[in-house]
């Protein structure tokens, strides 16, 4: 199976949002509502700031949110602060394996 | 405190073999799917291998099977990767990670260096 498809790159000024998509396939983002979202800022582990699709972990500000539609699953992140400038992946579950997107680096303008 | 530090990693010559550990706290371990997730540099994450809780069902990405080996002791709390025959290709940063019960890596260790180079 492929990875999913991320768009490289996001932007946007702070206070804006910002929406980057996930696209799968009907084997795995559109057939489970398990995709999950990761942030990473450089030189550090992957944190989850999404699970199933639309909830967040405890300690996740409500600025991030998740949606899916078909096979494709969003991530957006409201009122952009500098802290926010990292890597994205997301990742869906598909049978016995995970998939995960090629990230996108999110840019705070 | 809920953590996995991970130990081994390094600079190995192509064919070579490494272990990499991953020790678990703060959790029981025994109740948890545990995953191995590599970045190569500049590069997306890739799952590698996961295994069940009871130790038994081991599942790996069809670029590490046959090479790698996924196993975990319960009893000592950790997760190893036993990586054989290795590659220029599988250099990465390594991580081990758990697969909670929200179907999500909930928690991540800090990551260790694979460098395949001769």
Redesign the interface.
């Known amino acids: 199976q492929s990875?999913l498809t991320q768009p490289p790159s996001a932007s946007g000024s702070p206070g804006q949002s910002v929406t980057i998509s996930c696209t799968g396939t009907s084997g795995d983002v559109g057939a489970f509502n398990?995709v999950?979202w990761?942030q990473q800022h450089p030189g550090k582990?992957?944190?989850?700031v999404i699970?199933?699709v639309n909830?967040r972990?405890s300690g996740v500000p409500d600025r991030f949110s998740g949606s899916k539609s078909g096979n494709t699953a969003s991530l957006t992140v409201s009122g952009l602060q500098a802290e926010d400038e990292a890597d994205y992946?997301c990742?869906s579950?598909a049978n016995?394996?995970?998939?995960?997107?090629?990230?996108t680096k999110l840019t705070v303008l | 405190q809920v953590q996995l530090v991970q130990s081994g990693g390094g600079v190995v010559q192509p064919g070579r073999s490494l272990r990499l550990s991953c020790a678990a706290s703060g959790f029981a371990f025994r109740h948890y799917i545990m995953h191995w997730v590599r970045q190569a540099p500049g590069k997306g994450l890739e799952w590698v291998a996961h295994v069940w809780n009871d130790g038994h069902n081991k599942f790996y990405a069809d670029s590490v099977k046959g090479r790698f080996t996924i196993f975990r002791d319960n009893s000592g709390d950790t997760l190893y990767l036993q990586m054989d025959n290795l590659r220029v290709e599988d250099t990465a940063v390594y991580y081990c990670a758990k697969w909670g019960s929200i179907w999500a890596y909930d928690i991540w260790g800090q990551g260790s260096l694979v460098t395949v180079s001769s």
């Open positions: 990875a398990y999950s990761y582990a992957p944190k989850l699970y199933e909830k972990p992946f990742c579950y016995s394996n995970n998939l995960f997107g090629g990230g």
